[in-house]
């Protein structure tokens, strides 16, 4: 066998190789009648979002967790994590994306979270406080019904 007839072989089967691994690799796109409107970012700024919604998660649940056990400073500490001081991460860039109603609910989120904070700590009140994060958690249920998050294409 000839040399040239080998390099041909070789390419071929890297070529097929690619081929094969491509055919396995494929994400499964599914047709979808997501009517929430659109954010469209790169996959740092995602990240970044999603990384603010799971740290107001934890919170909240960590909030309740003080409120099951009563224990006020609990709340007080978890509330104040996610708090409008939190928000310092966020570049411009990120913030010139986001629709209006967007940063609207994001701030008032951050903003509750510290009213929440303050209220405990003055009031000691656990009724109170699951009141407000009840009211809270309206602003998640609006922006998760409203919004969804996609990666742009250069």
């Known amino acids: ?3 040239k007839s080998i390099v041909i072989i070789s390419l071929l089967v890297v070529i097929i190789g690619g081929l ?3 055919e396995f690799n494929k994400s ?3 047709e979808s009648n997501d009517s929430r409107t659109p954010i469209n970012i790169t996959w740092a700024e995602k990240n970044l979002i999603l990384e603010e919604m799971r740290a107001f998660l934890d919170s909240t649940q960590k ?3 003080g409120l099951a056990d ?5 709340v007080i500490r978890s509330a104040k994590k996610v708090g409008r001081a939190s928000q310092s991460g966020v570049s411009k860039a990120l913030i010139e994306k986001l629709p209006q109603e967007f940063k609207k609910l994001g701030f008032d989120t951050h903003s509750k979270f ?3 904070a303050l209220d405990a700590e003055s009031l000691g009140d656990n009724k109170y406080t699951l009141q407000q994060l009840s009211e809270l958690l309206t602003n998640c249920v609006a922006c998760h019904k409203t919004y969804r998050l996609n990666i742009a294409s250069n």
């Open 114 to 116: 510290d009213q929440l």
């Open 20 to 22: 094969i691994y491509k």
């Open 28 to 30: 499964i796109t599914i």
């Open 1 to 3: 066998m000839s040399n």
């Open 70 to 74: 009563d224990d006020i400073a609990l």
């Open 63 to 65: 909030i309740t967790a």
